[in-house]
């Protein structure tokens, strides 16, 4: 089938042709609109077709990004740990958070670890189409691989610091359990919201380029609300019981709760702990499967609804 961008010259129509409309003579020819959006089964087998392509630009772009700093792919690594350091010295030192969270140095490494996934896929997400609309205007592919890409970035990042983060974590003399198994499985889900979220900043991002100075402060302020440098069960436990049970439903705490307890079963142990030990809420296996399924979903949904339009103008 042609597409209106073939050879066909429709200015000057002769004939029969001259009284007919543009529309009609598309549908005589056989012609489409160039860059039209497929049917959503369709754009998900283009999409899988092009996995490659996502995971070479994802690769190119990760050892690209340092190339021009002196400590290169150590950046990686440093970012978070300086993070770490300078959140100790605020919260755990000054605020003196970590008298009442056991192994604070270990909890609050693996908190900001996991948070600095999602911020930094969600950002990276908001300017993924606005940033690349040289390669969006240039080659034909599906739209969504960008914030995919980016997301798979963000996942390659913390993969290379989680050595580092492993390191801590048995620094404080944690020993390993089978629970370890379980980072797998949290990040898997992680990802797959993550994902999602990136999707739908991607779409918002491309409509209004002014987000990606706003969301810095958005994902701030959903950092200090969860938890990522202090337990926040303290400060909760007066609330209305609906009121504790909306807020244990945050996508934040909620990943952060499952890679903290993969890591450091015992800090939510009673025995242990005593009055110190962490809250594991009840179904948070449930709440992150549907957190990562609803937020794909709905991200990848509302993305595609959009897909002629990207690059556009």
């Known amino acids: ?18 009284a007919l409309t543009p529309k009609q003579l598309a549908d005589k020819y056989g012609l489409s609109v160039s860059g039209k959006r497929p049917s959503l089964p369709k754009y998900i087998r283009q999409l ?28 990686q690594v440093l970012t978070p740990l300086l993070n770490c350091a300078v959140f100790y010295l605020v919260f755990g030192v000054i605020m003196q958070s970590r008298d009442s969270v056991p192994v604070y140095i270990a909890w ?30 240039a080659l034909h592919f599906p739209r969504a691989a960008l914030p995919i890409a980016f997301t798979v970035i963000q996942l390659q990042q913390l993969l290379i610091s989680m050595v580092v983060l492993v390191a801590i974590v048995l620094l404080n003399h944690v020993t390993p359990t089978m629970t370890w198994l379980l980072i797998v499985p949290a990040l898997l889900l992680q990802s797959l ?5 990136a999707m739908v900043m991607a779409r918002v991002g491309a409509k209004t380029s002014d987000i990606s100075q706003l969301m810095p402060f958005l994902l701030r302020t959903w950092m200090y609300v969860s938890g990522v440098m202090y337990s926040v069960s303290g400060y909760i436990k ?11 439903w945050n996508p934040a705490t909620v990943y952060m709760d499952l890679m903290r307890y993969a890591f450091m079963p015992d800090s939510f142990d009673p025995a242990v702990y005593g009055s110190k030990a962490l809250v594991l809420p009840h179904h948070i296996w449930i709440m992150a499967g549907t957190w990562a399924v ?5 991200g990848f949904v509302f993305f595609w609804k959009s897909e002629e339009e990207y690059g556009r103008g």
């Open 108 to 137: 609050l490494c693996v908190g900001v670890f996991v948070f600095q996934f999602s911020q930094s896929a969600i950002q990276a997400g908001t300017r993924s189409i606005s940033d690349n609309l040289g390669l969006i205007r």
């Open 238 to 248: 007066n609330w209305p019981e609906i009121w504790q049970t909306v807020y244990s």
């Open 294 to 298: 609803v937020a794909f979903v709905i």
């Open 48 to 75: 899988w077709a092009r996995r490659a392509f996502i995971s070479a630009f994802a690769t190119a772009r990760l050892v690209a990004q340092y190339t021009t700093a002196k400590l290169g792919q150590l950046w």
């Open 1 to 18: 089938m042609s597409t209106l961008s073939d050879p066909v010259n429709l200015s000057a129509p002769r004939g029969a042709d001259a």
């Open 193 to 197: 919201f993550n994902t999602g979220l």
